[in-house]
């Protein structure tokens, strides 16, 4: 495609405003925000289900104006350098997802599926900074949300694709866009300031083997997308499980039978989260 019309469509997303997130998690916020006996991790441990507020948070706190640019992942540590007044704020100017469109309610499941087992495989690893693989995890899909808000027709143009094509939705997203949602991913993170592990997860997590910096974080969040993928939890926007790329396991010196511990584990908290309701 025309340089020029990929970066026109690059400014486009990158001028996003006004993501929308399900109404029930906001809801549950501003109820935990308004309740003096509400601790922080409570309030952490229920933004990091939802994509779209742990975006605007660690947005908001990796900000030059608070000082900490590319430095915060941990929504918890956010919400304590940030404080409940700048939460309000943010609750405040979150709208309200149509909770008849049932596909972006599956990429929400999904997305959270995925932090669950990114942090799980981490966690089998031995590897530090869980916290950051899990949010690399939950916020993995967030160019497909925000190319659905700021990009409307060309994601009618990529489901439909995937739907007469049986294409992926990455391969559908390049034919349509010229891109796809990883590439979306690393502009954002860029734009946004994000800490440069949770970048990497975000934008490597198809093709792990490219991570430079961070490629443990990368391999986490492709097996995570895989495991999810397998699990049916959710919905990626297709049908198809992605190719488990060989490397990621070697980097991560998984063997089969530390794959089975993380699959045993896996099972348990996947009916743990089964009956979550995001509408």
């Known amino acids: 495609m025309a340089e020029d019309l990929k970066l026109e469509r690059k400014d ?3 001028a996003a405003k006004d993501l929308p997130t399900l109404p029930k998690v906001l809801d549950e916020v501003s109820r935990l925000v308004k309740d003096p006996d509400s601790s922080t991790e409570q309030i952490a441990k229920l933004i990091a289900m939802d994509q779209v507020l742990s975006a605007k948070v660690l947005k908001m706190v990796n900000s030059p104006i608070y000082g900490f640019p590319g430095r915060i992942g941990s929504i918890h540590h956010a919400l304590v350098l940030l404080g409940f007044n700048v939460l309000r704020g943010v609750i405040v100017s979150t709208s309200v997802m149509d909770v008849m469109n049932q596909t972006m309610v599956g990429l929400w ?3 959270v599926g995925c932090a669950l087992a990114s942090s799980t495989v981490a966690r089998q690893c031995g590897l530090k900074d869980v916290e950051d693989i899990s949010v690399a995890g939950l916020l993995h899909d967030l160019g497909k949300v925000v ?3 700021q990009l409307p027709e060309l994601k009618t ?4 694709l995937v739907k007469t094509q049986d294409k992926s ?4 997203e390049k034919a349509v866009m010229g891109f796809g949602h990883d590439r979306v991913n690393a502009w954002l993170s860029d734009h946004w300031k994000l800490p440069p592990p949770i970048k990497e997860g975000m934008s490597y997590h198809h093709k792990p083997q490219l991570a430079r910096l961070y490629p443990e974080v ?3 969040v492709h ?5 999810v993928r397998v699990y049916e939890y959710g919905s990626g926007g297709d049908d198809n499980v992605p190719y488990l790329e060989p490397e990621a396991l070697k980097k991560l010196k998984l063997k089969p039978a530390d794959l089975e511990a993380v699959l045993d584990e896996l099972s348990e908290k996947f009916l743990d989260i089964a009956d979550l309701s995001f509408t």
Request: with cysteine.
């Open 169 to 172: 939705y990455l391969e559908a």
């Open 109 to 111: 499941e999904h997305s």
């Open 218 to 220: 990368a391999c986490c």
């Open 157 to 160: 143009g990529v489901e439909a």
């Open 223 to 227: 097996l995570g997308d895989f495991l």
């Open 147 to 149: 190319t659905s808000v």
């Open 12 to 14: 486009q997303i990158l």
